[in-house]
C-alpha cells in the first residue's frame, strides 16, 4: 500500500491510500491548527511502533472509515461488511493508535512537552490494562521518525507529494465473516 500525503492550497492535507487491491481512497483532512499533518503523524507512529490493527493498518486490511471516500478502482463486493468487520474487531487498537500517535504528534509540535515516554504510558493506559510494551528508544525513534518527516512536509508545494510505502506485514488481521445459519 502506498500513502501520498498532499499539501492542499487553504493549510489542510490530502491524503491519498493506494491500496494493494487497486482502490484509491481519500481521507478529510483535519489538519488545519497542525504544522504536522494528523494523517503523517498516524502513519509514522503506527508504521515505526509496528501498530498493524491501527487506522493504516485496517485500511490495508479493507476498512473505508467514514472520513474517506473512495476515488478510484472497484472494491470488492462485499466491501462494506468486510470494512465494518475490520474496525468492529479492531476498535480498540484503532484507539491505541489514536492516543500514541496524538502523543507523538504533540511531542513533534511542541518539542518543550514533558516526557514523550511518559506521556506514550499513560495514554496507553487509558486503553490498554497490560503494561506498556514499548522501550524508551522505540517511543523516541517514532518521534524522530515524524520529525524527519514534518521536515519534509514543509518543503513541499501545494499538490507536490509525500510517498510513504506501508508494509503489507502491518495490514490488520481480517475477521471471517458470519456464515448464516441454513435452515
Not at 487498537?93 to 500517535?101: F, P, Q
Not at 513541499?156 to 488481521?173: H, I, M, Q, S, T
Not at 471471517?176 to 441454513?182: D, G, I, M, P, S
Request: proline fraction near 5%.
Amino acid at each position: 500500500m502506498q500513502l501520498l500525503f498532499s499539501p492542499a492550497g487553504d493549510g489542510r492535507c490530502r491524503t491519498r491510500v493506494l491500496r494493494d487491491d487497486g482502490v484509491v481512497l481519500e481521507m478529510r483532512s483535519y489538519s488545519r491548527k497542525h504544522r504536522v499533518p494528523h494523517d503523517l503523524a498516524h502513519a509514522a507512529v503506527e508504521r515505526e511502533l509496528r501498530l498493524c490493527a491501527g487506522v493504516f493498518g485496517c485500511v490495508a486490511a479493507g476498512a473505508v472509515f467514514s472520513s474517506m471516500r473512495v476515488l478510484a478502482g472497484v472494491p470488492r463486493h462485499d466491501a462494506a461488511a468486510r470494512s465494518s468487520r475490520v474496525i468492529k474487531a479492531h476498535a480498540r487498537s484503532i484507539a491505541l493508535a489514536e492516543v500514541l500517535s496524538g502523543v507523538v504528534h504533540e511531542a513533534v509540535e511542541d518539542p518543550a512537552a514533558h516526557s514523550l515516554f511518559q506521556r506514550a504510558r499513560e495514554g496507553w493506559g487509558i486503553v490498554e490494562e497490560g503494561p506498556f510494551p514499548y522501550a524508551p528508544a522505540a517511543v523516541a525513534a517514532a518521534a524522530e521518525t515524524l520529525r524527519a518527516l514534518a521536515d519534509r512536509w514543509s518543503t513541499l508545494a501545494v499538490g507536490a507529494e509525500l510517498a510513504l510505502a506501508w508494509p503489507r506485514d502491518l495490514a490488520a488481521p481480517v475477521p471471517a465473516a458470519r456464515r448464516r445459519a441454513v435452515r
